[in-house]
Each structure stands twice: as C-alpha cells, then as structure tokens.
C-alpha cells in the first residue's frame, strides 16, 4: 500500500474514533493531524520498536502543545491521536499462532508487539514527566 493512502487512512481512522468517544468537534481536527505527523515518523523510521518510540514522541508532543494553545487536557487529544500507532495486527497474529500451535512465532510476534507497546507507553511517560516539570516550574516561578 502506497504511503499516502496509508496516511490518509490513518486521518480517518482519528477522525471515526474522536467520534466515536464524542471528541469536541473543535478538537477532531487537531487529534488527526497529530495522529498522521506521528504515524509518518512511524512509517519513515521502519516500524520496529524505536520507530514506535519516535512516532509516540512526537504525536505526546504536539498533544501536549496543542492541550495549552486551546485550553484543554493532553489526553482529549492523545486518545485519538494514538489509535492508529496501536499494534492491534500483532496482538492479533500473536494469539492467532497460540491458537494454531506455532509457538515460535508467537512468541516472536508476540515480543516484537510488547516491545512497541513499551516504546508507546515510554513516550507518553517521557512526554508528561518533561511537561510536568516544566509546568510545575512555570508556577514556582509565578507564585514568588
């Protein structure tokens, strides 16, 4: 599949899923852009762990600059942001093999899916760890 219809797909699939939550309209947008600007790192650096990584950064990073500049939580535009960067495929191939009784490849599968799972779940945490702290300073700064 050509790369652009792959990021075209992704913007729809934000877009259904912010509906679907009953995202603020005015923030559906927003969330499916993110959503294609990380899911083209993603693409662009091969799809493995690292790449998984790469792509959370950016899609936690600009959540969370677009959270301040409109006035709402990180969160409202993460969850839909994320969607398509989910390895929902692997989780299903994973239990698939268990299933057949291919063993190996489910274990192979399965690990490479845990390790893109913790590459997400690491960019969200460095993501809100540096903005917290930067926040937290922001108001120690403001209150002297």
């Given at each position: 599949m050509?790369?652009?219809?792959?990021?075209?797909?992704?913007?729809?699939?934000?877009?259904?899923?912010?509906?679907?939550?009953?995202?603020?309209?005015?923030?559906?947008?927003?969330?499916?852009?993110?959503?294609?600007?990380?899911?083209?790192?993603?693409?662009?650096?091969?799809?493995?762990?690292i790449?998984?990584?790469?792509?959370?950064?950016?899609?936690s990073?600009?959540?969370?600059?677009?959270?301040?500049?409109?006035?709402?939580?990180?969160?409202?535009?993460?969850?839909?942001?994320?969607?398509?960067?989910?390895?929902?495929?692997?989780?299903?191939?994973?239990?698939?093999y268990?299933?057949?009784?291919?063993?190996?490849?489910?274990?192979?599968?399965?690990?490479?899916?845990?390790?893109?799972?913790?590459?997400i779940?690491?960019?969200?945490t460095?993501t809100?760890?540096?903005?917290?702290?930067?926040?937290?300073?922001r108001?120690?700064?403001?209150?002297?």
């Amino acid at each position: 599949m050509s790369w652009w219809v792959q990021l075209l797909a992704c913007f729809f699939a934000s877009v259904a899923f912010s509906l679907l939550v009953n995202e603020p309209r005015s923030t559906v947008l927003v969330s499916s852009v993110i959503a294609v600007a990380g899911y083209a790192v993603f693409m662009l650096l091969g799809r493995g762990t690292i790449a998984y990584f790469a792509g959370t950064m950016v899609i936690s990073l600009s959540c969370e600059v677009a959270a301040r500049v409109m006035k709402r939580t990180a969160t409202l535009f993460l969850t839909s942001a994320l969607i398509p960067l989910v390895p929902g495929v692997g989780l299903y191939n994973t239990m698939r093999y268990v299933v057949i009784g291919n063993y190996t490849m489910a274990a192979q599968v399965g690990t490479d899916t845990v390790l893109g799972i913790c590459g997400i779940a690491l960019a969200i945490t460095v993501t809100s760890v540096i903005f917290g702290n930067l926040h937290q300073k922001r108001a120690k700064k403001h209150s002297r």
